[in-house]
């Protein structure tokens, strides 16, 4: 029993280790910079500033909300990233769902996940922030 237990708790910390953060995850981030109104509202182009290790490539997955009139206008889009290891903007385009309502000036919930491979490892960012939407 004794031994079973120790090759359990030792499975355990070898699973955790696993899919602990690695070094470059703490090193990578993303902040929303701005997001511009495209035709009218029928779509925004949502720009975000990463930091990423170099060689690292990925997309983002983007998500927007905002409530538009009496209705709440949302829609999704994508943006390549290919890391250089500095600080570089991502520009990605998000259209506003046919069924929906346009997007407008004003506050806007995005919310972005960023799947981030290199050579070994991959890892995932995930972002929730409100920003102001411009003409």
């Known amino acids: ?14 699973l955790f280790t696993m899919l ?3 070094p470059a995850s ?6 929303v910079t701005s997001a511009t109104l495209v035709a009218r509202g029928v779509a925004v ?4 500033t990463v930091a990423c290790p170099a060689g690292s490539t990925g997309a983002f997955e983007l998500n927007l909300r905002q409530r538009s009139g ?3 206008a949302y829609g999704s889009g994508w943006a390549p990233v290919s890391c250089t290891g500095q600080p570089q903007e991502v520009t990605g385009r998000v259209a506003a769902q046919p069924d929906g309502a346009i997007f407008r000036p ?4 995005v ?3 960023l799947e981030l491979c290199g050579s070994e490892t991959c890892e995932y960012l995930f972002i929730e922030d409100a920003v102001r939407v411009t003409h």
């Open 26 to 31: 703490a090193a990578s981030t993303v902040d």
């Open 111 to 113: 919310t972005a996940s």
């Open 70 to 72: 009496n209705g709440v």
């Open 106 to 109: 004003g506050e806007t919930l």
């Open 45 to 48: 182009d949502l720009t975000l």
């Open 1 to 14: 029993m004794r031994r079973s237990l120790t090759t359990l708790a030792l499975l355990a910390l070898a």
């Open 20 to 22: 602990a953060p690695t």
